[in-house]
């Protein structure tokens, strides 16, 4: 046994990382079996894949092109008909009739990433990721090489009905091939991506996710069975989840006011309110940075993010703020407010 397989071996235990682990483990049950100590190779084996149902087949190498991602519970905020698209990919598996390939499109921030998290729980699946920076390598024909090693691993797990992939950007592989600013190395590597994903096991969920939906080479798009459009929040939509989120950020900070109704008056008089994803930093940064006694000063840090301007009393009455939601913001007494309001 190599002692170098003894290091990664413990350090990849310490580190948590169960694809290298396996990988280690298989690397030295095929030692074992190659010196025809073939029973000791098919114990430990058995052994990993007693513990875990993702560990390939023998003589399967694992690579580091897959990462496992934790999909613990956390809030998502989708609109109805987006999550009915997500209950109908749910259903979809469940039928076992070989839809098992989607793609989620939509800008940064819209959920895609969570939502496919979400998926895999309700799956009761283990989701694993792609990592584009392993397989995309500046060598002529690596990348194919890379591509179809990925799903040859991918293709091997023992229990494929327990998986998810995620293709998370996949435009970072997957540029139109007739695109003249694209390397005809990536046009090659797309073209090796269509044939692959042919042959993908049903059983396997694939979820692609990009931003750049119209740039993406049509014949890939055609081998997915659904696609999903996250762009489709309304206002309202985005008001209740900031609401939402301001509510659950608050629930870690006793101390603050959950004044969910001044949130809501200062949305309804932003004209482009941000994505999930950007407004979660922006309320998680207004309440991390506000001063601790004063209960509002995460407000005031909001209206001045969101609104990109001061907190002034004629222009929030003009946006239809109270008398005393003003007081309350710009810190004016109640009675001074309304002479400057009055004199203007």
């Given amino acids: 046994m190599k002692i170098k397989n003894i290091i990664n071996l413990v350090k990849y235990h310490v580190d948590n990382d169960e694809l290298g682990f396996n990988r280690i483990v298989n690397e030295i049950a095929n030692e074992f079996d190659q010196n025809g100590e073939e029973q000791v190779a098919q114990y430990l084996m058995a052994l990993v894949s007693n513990a875990n149902v993702l560990v390939p087949q023998m003589n399967i190498q694992v690579s580091s092109m897959l990462k496992k991602v934790d999909s613990k519970n956390e809030n998502l905020y989708l609109p109805e008909c987006i999550m009915n698209d997500i209950v109908g990919i749910v259903n979809a598996v469940k039928h076992n009739i070989g839809v098992n390939k989607f793609i989620f499109e939509g800008k940064p921030g819209t959920g895609k990433t969570e939502a496919t998290k979400q998926l895999a729980r309700i799956l009761d699946r283990e989701l694993f990721s792609v990592d584009f920076n392993s397989i995309i390598d500046s060598k002529l024909g690596e990348t194919q090489k890379n591509i179809s090693k ?31 600013n694209d390397l005809r190395e990536m046009g090659r590597a797309t073209s090796t991506l269509l044939k692959e994903l042919d042959s993908i096991n049903d059983d396997i969920v694939i979820i692609a996710t990009t931003n750049l939906y119209d740039k993406i080479d049509k014949a890939l798009i055609r081998r997915f069975d659904f696609s999903v459009n996250f762009d489709r929040y309304t206002k309202k939509d985005l008001i209740e989840v900031a609401g939402n989120l301001l509510h659950n950020l608050l629930l870690k900070c006793k101390y603050q006011v959950r004044e969910r109704k001044l949130l809501n008056k200062i949305l309804n008089n932003v004209e482009d309110i941000p994505m999930p994803g950007e407004l979660k930093n922006i309320i998680k940064t207004a309440i991390a940075f506000s001063n601790p006694d004063d209960e509002l000063d995460y407000i005031v840090k909001l209206y001045k993010t969101l609104l990109k ?28 407010v309304e002479r400057k309001v009055k004199h203007k």
């Fill in 309 to 336: 301007e001061e907190p002034m009393p004629t222009k929030m009455k003009e946006q239809g703020f109270s008398l005393r939601e003003i007081e309350l913001i710009t810190k004016i007494p109640k009675s001074t």
């Fill in 150 to 180: 990925l799903f040859n691993e991918i293709n091997s797990f023992i229990s494929p009905s327990k998986m998810v992939i995620l293709f998370d950007e996949i435009d970072a592989l997957a540029l139109d091939r007739i695109n003249s």
